[in-house]
Nanobody
C-alpha cells in the first residue's frame, strides 16, 4: 500500500503561481512514476504531468507545457507541481497518483495504482 497526501492548493488570481506537494508513504520503494491529474467541475479527469521516479524523465500535457514544472525529492518521497502563469481554465481539483512497478502509458489515469484525496485549485480572473 502507498498513501498519498496532497497539499498546496488554494485561490489565486490569474497570472499567479502555486506549488502543490504530494507526500508518499508506505511501500514507496516500488514506485515507478508519480503523476498529477486534474478534474474540473463537470469534466473528466485529465492528465497534467508525470515524472519517472528513478530516472526523472518528465512529461506534460500541452495545455500546461511551459507553465507547469514537475519535480521530485526522492529522500522525502515527495513530488511537486510548480504552477506558474495560472489561468482560470486551470481551476480544478488536482490529484496526485502513484504507479507501481511499471506502466506503458503514463498519461492514462487507469495505469495508476494509488491516488491522493485531491486539492482544490481555483484561479480567479
Amino acid at each position: 500500500q502507498v498513501q498519498l497526501v496532497e497539499s498546496g492548493g488554494g485561490v489565486v488570481q490569474a497570472g499567479g503561481s502555486l506549488r502543490l506537494s504530494c507526500a508518499a508513504s508506505g511501500r514507496t520503494w516500488n514506485v515507478f512514476a508519480m503523476g498529477w491529474f486534474r478534474q474540473a467541475a463537470g469534466k473528466e479527469r485529465e492528465f497534467v504531468s508525470t515524472v519517472n521516479w528513478r530516472g526523472g524523465q518528465t512529461d506534460y500535457a500541452d495545455s500546461v507545457k511551459g507553465r507547469f514544472s514537475i519535480s521530485r525529492e526522492i529522500g522525502k518521497n515527495t513530488v511537486y507541481l510548480q504552477m506558474n502563469s495560472l489561468k482560470p481554465e486551470d481551476t480544478a481539483v488536482y490529484y496526485c497518483a502513484a504507479l507501481i512497478y511499471s506502466g506503458s502509458d503514463l498519461r492514462n489515469a487507469g495505469e495508476y495504482d494509488y491516488w491522493g484525496q485531491g486539492t482544490q485549485v481555483t484561479v480567479s480572473s
